[in-house]
């Protein structure tokens, strides 16, 4: 028989890859609860009670039994328990259908989807586009003010995808010595194809400065003399006295801090 289209509040699946993001988890997970009931998380061997958290917000929560980084490897394993998520009568929409109902929302454990936009998502999956960028607001000393300088001003990232084809892999990167940084959020096949929108994930990651010089220090201690990213000068503008505020960077530059919209 012909399937039902499964309930409005149901086809976006959430999959998060995450690592010590207590601080923030709890709000994540809330903000994105509203139009996806299922919230599947890899963690990464934290090591702050994140996954207790997780749990206690009843997400499913997978406790990674991998060594050593790689994003491609975990978000493809994230995909695998993301379509065995979908109930086995309509998995039939997995082998190569374009009209899948099935979607998944892939965001990371420090970004909280703007409070009234899951509505906006949730009408953007009943067109015909694939795949959407969602705008990427960090956050950047105050939880009232955003960085707009640079790549910062109109960042997006495909996050929302259709799920509509088992087969569908993530792309590895020269970057991270075999960790695949900055791996894309959505399966290599839908690059390029996004449609951007205007929902917004608020950035947290980057709020304190004690936290953008750990990431600093953590990606060039992994990913040394990266000349794409410029050495991560960016994340620490104003923060480190190598890298002045007014300094004018590769990406970024001079630093601008605006009140959020």
Known sequence: GVLQEPDHLMPIIAALRIKNEARWIEQVIRSIQPICPTVLVLDDHSTDGTPEIVESLGATVFRSTFEGLDEARDKEFLLDRTIEAIPADYR????????????????????????????????????????????????????????????????????????????????????????????????QELLHHSTPCEARLLHYGYLHREDRVRKYEWYNSIDPNNSAEDG???????????????????WAGPLVLEAIA
């Open 92 to 187: 039939s929409y997995l082998d190569g259908v374009p009209s899948s109902p099935w979607w998944c929302l892939a965001i990371d454990g420090d970004e909280v989807l703007a409070p009234g936009d899951g509505a906006l998502l949730e009408q953007l999956i009943e067109g015909d586009s694939h795949v959407y960028s969602l705008r990427v607001l960090y956050l950047w000393n105050s939880e009232r003010l955003v960085r707009t300088d640079g790549v910062y001003k109109t960042f997006r990232r495909p996050s929302l995808f259709r799920l509509m084809n088992r087969a569908f892999r993530y792309q590895r990167t020269p970057w991270g010595n075999g960790a695949n940084f900055h791996c894309s959020n959505i399966p």
């Open 232 to 250: 991560y000068r960016h994340i620490v503008q104003g923060d480190v006295p190598d890298v002045p505020a007014d300094a004018r960077l590769r």
